[in-house]
C-alpha cells in the first residue's frame, strides 16, 4: 500500500500553467496506478488524469485533453500533473489517488484505494 500526497497548487491567472507533484510513500510504487481527480465546490469529485502502472499509459477527461499531461518518476515515486493554457473552471481541489496493487488505471474513483488531501488550485480570469 502507498501513501499520497499532493502539493504544487497555487493562485494563476488563466492562461497560466502550474505542475502539481504527488509524493507517494511505501514499497513498490512502480507497481500502482496512480490518478488526479478535482473537485469543484458545490460540484462531485471528477476524474481529471491516470497514469498506469504498467508502461506509463494515460487516460485524460475530455475537458483537459490537449492542456494537462501526466507523467510519473518511479525513481523519485512521484507523479505530476502538468497543467497549461489553465481556464477559471479548472478551479478546485486536487487529489491524487493510487489504485491498488498492479491494478490498472480507470476513471472512476471507485478504482482508488488511497487519496491524498488535496491541494488547491484557482484560476482567475
Known amino acids: 500500500q502507498v501513501q499520497v500526497v499532493e502539493s504544487g497548487g497555487g493562485l494563476v491567472q488563466a492562461g497560466g500553467s502550474l505542475r502539481l507533484s504527488c509524493a507517494a510513500s511505501g514499497r513498490s510504487f512502480s507497481n500502482y496506478a496512480l490518478a488526479w481527480f478535482r473537485q469543484a465546490p458545490g460540484k462531485e469529485r471528477e476524474f481529471v488524469a491516470a497514469i498506469s502502472w504498467s508502461g506509463g499509459g494515460t487516460l485524460y477527461a475530455d475537458s483537459v485533453k490537449g492542456r494537462f499531461t501526466m507523467s510519473r518518476d518511479n525513481a523519485k515515486n512521484t507523479v505530476y500533473l502538468q497543467m497549461n493554457s489553465l481556464k477559471p473552471e479548472d478551479t478546485a481541489v486536487y487529489y491524487c489517488?493510487?489504485?491498488?496493487?498492479?491494478?490498472?488505471?480507470?476513471?472512476?474513483?471507485?478504482?482508488?484505494?488511497?487519496w491524498g488531501q488535496g491541494t488547491q488550485v484557482t484560476v482567475s480570469s
Open positions: 489517488a493510487a489504485a491498488g496493487f498492479r491494478v490498472e488505471h480507470g476513471t472512476s474513483f471507485t478504482e482508488y484505494d488511497t
